[in-house]
């Protein structure tokens, strides 16, 4: 994927501009930044949730798999059933990889609305694995995951880009990953505004 001369908005406010970078098969780039520095932003830009305002995404067309903040489950739907859903959506039958690489068997019949912050996450990761998409775009994937969920998520990731896949994330800790970084604070539309300053619109 390559990501060229970029400019994405949020809220009708400009947030980063002129931003360029590519990611190869294989590769894991880690965006950092602080908070409001726009990687959620420029996370939906890239999973073609939003427009950007200007620049050009290549590559990523159908082959991006997005894990946002929310898990997106369907809380009526068990584990297994969340699963084969998303699979279908993508012309897969085969839930097993996503069922044991984040221990989810022993849950597999639970409604996902019975399940806590952590298991809900466990579950949104896994539905990566029955996209069968390359490309990983994900969001602070680890929040609400106790230390043995990460090492399960570093491991399936760690099998994604030894397949070949690749991972865009957002996400301040260490995975014990191979990843590149990319600080996305150079980018900024307007170095000069305060990152909490439009807060008060959400009060
Ligand atoms: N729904 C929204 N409407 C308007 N502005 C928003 C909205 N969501 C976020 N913003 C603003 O857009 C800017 C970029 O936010 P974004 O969520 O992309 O940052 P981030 O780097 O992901 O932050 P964090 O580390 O806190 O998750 C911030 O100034 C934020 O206040």
């Not at 939906?44 to 590559?59: K, M, S, V, Y």
């Not at 969340?82 to 639970?110: C, E, H």
């Not at 994937?141 to 230390?147: H, N």
Request: glycine content about 10%; aromatic content about 4%.
């Amino acid at each position: 994927m390559q990501v060229s001369n970029l400019s994405v908005a949020r809220g009708g406010v400009p947030v980063l501009s002129s931003l360029s970078f590519a990611l190869a098969a294989g590769e894991a780039l880690v965006l950092r930044g602080p908070n409001g520095a726009g990687k959620t932003t420029l996370l939906r830009c890239i999973a073609g949730l939003q427009a950007p305002l200007t620049g050009r995404i290549e590559g990523a067309e159908d082959r991006v798999a997005y894990a946002a903040h929310a898990d997106g489950l369907k809380s009526m739907l068990t584990v297994r059933e969340n699963l084969s859903f998303w699979a279908q959506v993508f012309g897969n039958t085969d839930i097993s990889a996503a069922l044991d690489g984040y221990a989810l068997r022993p849950l597999a019949d639970r409604l996902a609305a019975t399940l806590s912050a952590g298991q809900k996450r466990r579950l949104g990761l896994a539905r990566l694995l029955v996209t069968g998409r390359p490309i990983w775009v994900l969001d602070e994937p680890t929040v609400s995951l106790d230390a043995d969920a990460v090492a399960l998520f570093g491991a399936v990731l760690r099998g994604h880009l030894a397949a070949g896949g690749s991972a865009l994330m957002a996400t301040h800790i260490d995975l014990g990953v191979e990843a590149r970084m990319l600080d996305i604070s150079a980018y900024r539309a307007d170095p000069d505004a305060d990152l909490g300053a439009s807060d008060a619109a959400f009060l």
